[in-house]
């Protein structure tokens, strides 16, 4: 079975350019987390969807960043305008609905803002 | 708020050593878990070993085990007979579970490097 993937794997963009990035979580998953490392600090939760439904988006830094799950499948982040703080890691992870359920990370998306 | 603190930013052990990462949360929650993830370089994080914060005995997953002090809020890693594939970034992270959901918080991570 695939685990988690995310695209794409490294992003370079001049400060006020936009980007997205992409995660697929596995098959079935409804649990879908966004988190970030920002400049090896903690990694810090940044919202949570179920399903389609965005259940938890307490962490996101500001209203330059949007996330969406259309259909309940894969999810994109996008960042717009991006600044120079937005560098970090992006990670994405996903679980199953009901019960305890294990998070499965993605590899993470390295974004670097110039 | 859940707070985690890892306060060994690096670490190196020689191979077949075993070593013990420290992790403390602070939390008014009653009902929690506790994980930890490795890192490998430029690899996925996968979990490690996990403890739900009820249970009294210390999970232990083959050469992987916790010291699990919950009036300390105390959650340390202790990895025996290390090996070099043990060489990894290890986070210490809390979740509270809600409807079957875990927004994890993390430590800032604990660099370790297993020496031939």
């Known amino acids: 079975e695939a685990g988690v993937t995310q695209f794409p794997s490294h992003s370079v963009i001049e400060k006020g350019q936009t980007v997205t990035l992409r995660c697929d979580p596995i098959s079935g998953h409804d649990n879908l987390y966004w988190y970030r490392r920002v400049m090896g600090k903690e990694i810090k939760f940044l919202l949570h969807?179920?399903?389609?439904?965005?259940?938890?988006e307490s962490g996101m830094p500001n209203n330059r960043f949007l996330a969406e799950r259309t259909g309940g499948t894969y999810s994109t982040l996008k960042v717009q305008p991006a600044e120079l703080e937005d560098s970090g890691v992006y990670f994405c992870?996903?679980?199953?609905?009901?019960?305890?359920?294990?998070?499965?990370f993605g590899p993470g998306t390295r974004l670097t803002v110039l | 708020a859940q707070t985690v603190t890892q306060s060994q930013p690096e670490m190196s052990v020689q191979e077949a050593e075993t070593v013990t990462l420290s992790c403390t949360y602070d939390?008014?929650?009653?009902?929690?878990?506790l994980f930890w993830y490795k890192q490998p370089p430029s690899r996925q994080m996968i979990l490690v070993i996990r403890q739900e914060a009820y249970k009294q005995q210390n999970a232990t997953e083959n050469r992987f085990s916790v010291n699990f002090q919950k009036a300390a809020k105390s959650f340390s890693l202790k990895i025996s007979d290390s090996q070099l594939g043990d060489t990894a970034m290890y986070f210490c992270a809390f979740g509270a579970s809600f409807q079957g959901a875990q927004k994890l918080v993390f430590g800032q991570g604990t660099r370790l490097t297993i020496n031939p």
């Open positions: 969807f179920v399903k389609e439904s965005k259940q938890d």
């Open positions: 992870a996903s679980s199953l609905l009901w019960g305890y359920n294990e998070q499965f």
């Open positions: 939390t008014s929650e009653s009902n929690y878990y």
